[in-house]
T-cell receptor, first 115, second 114 residues
Framework: KAGVTQTPRYLIKTRGQQVTLSCSPISGHRSVSWYQQTPGQGLQFLFEYFSETQRNKGNFPGRFSGRQFSNSRSEMNVSTLELGDSALYLC??????????????FGPGTRLTVL | AQSVTQLGSHVSVSEGALVLLRCNYSSSVPPYLFWYVQYPNQGLQLLLKYTTGATLVKGINGFEAEFKKSETSFHLTKPSAHMSDAAEYFCAVIQNFGNEKLTFGTGTRLTIIP
């Protein structure tokens, strides 16, 4: 099976702009989670979508939002970009049907730079 | 709430030596524990996981970890380090099945000395 794919891989934006990142999960996976990775804060959970519904949310401002489509593909959006939003954004998918399958598989990430 | 603590942000070992990366967890319920590895400019790759059952878990690339409830630890080991093991390693926990919010440790950067 193909792995988790994320597009674009690299993105440069300026403060105040908005950005949309895309994630395609492993075929058959219904849960998609998003994480932000920065040198200062490490890996932090943004939110999780399951069957088109946000099921879990981390401690990020409302400028960070997401959605999931019926084919399980997910997008996350960041509005009014700030310099501190520069980070590697990682998407992970899973098939949480039981403990043995409850594993998140990560994509390569989107590197966002805000100037 | 659950959390993990990784002792040592940087670890250096000689090629062929034992690798030991430490992880301690805090959880009010039996946790699910994971080790992930991240190579430069890449995403996270799962090394191994513990959910239930056998406490010694074997993963990819010769790594293994032992879940010790009495010590609240889940240390990662490899008997003989290889140059290709140089990377950053993250311990992570989720509180229970179905709760997909992974809480990560701060990571340990492993350097292999030739």
């Amino acid at each position: 099976k193909a792995g988790v794919t994320q597009t674009p891989r690299y993105l440069i934006k300026t403060r105040g702009q908005q950005v949309t990142l895309s994630c395609s999960p492993i075929s058959g996976h219904r849960s998609v989670s998003w994480y932000q990775q920065t040198p200062g804060q490490g890996l932090q959970f943004l939110f999780e979508y399951f069957s088109e519904t946000q099921r879990n949310k981390g401690n990020f401002p409302g400028r960070f939002s997401g959605r999931q489509f019926s084919n399980s593909r997910s997008e996350m959006n960041v509005s009014t970009l700030e310099l501190g939003d520069s980070a590697l954004y990682l998407c992970a998918s899973s098939l949480p049907e039981g403990p043995s399958t409850d594993t998140q598989y990560f994509g390569p990430g989107t590197r966002l730079t805000v100037l | 709430a659950q959390s993990v603590t990784q002792l040592g942000s940087h670890v250096s070992v000689s090629e062929g030596a034992l690798v030991l990366l430490r992880c301690n967890y805090s959880s009010s319920v039996p946790p699910y524990l994971f080790w992930y590895v991240q190579y430069p400019n890449q995403g996270l790759q799962l090394l191994l996981k513990y959910t239930t059952g056998a406490t010694l878990v074997k993963g990819i690339n010769g790594f293994e970890a032992e879940f010790k409830k009495s010590e609240t630890s889940f240390h990662l080991t490899k008997p003989s380090a290889h140059m290709s093991d140089a990377a950053e390693y993250f311990c992570a926990v989720i509180q229970n099945f179905g709760n997909e919010k992974l809480t990560f440790g701060t990571g340990t950067r492993l350097t292999i000395i030739p």
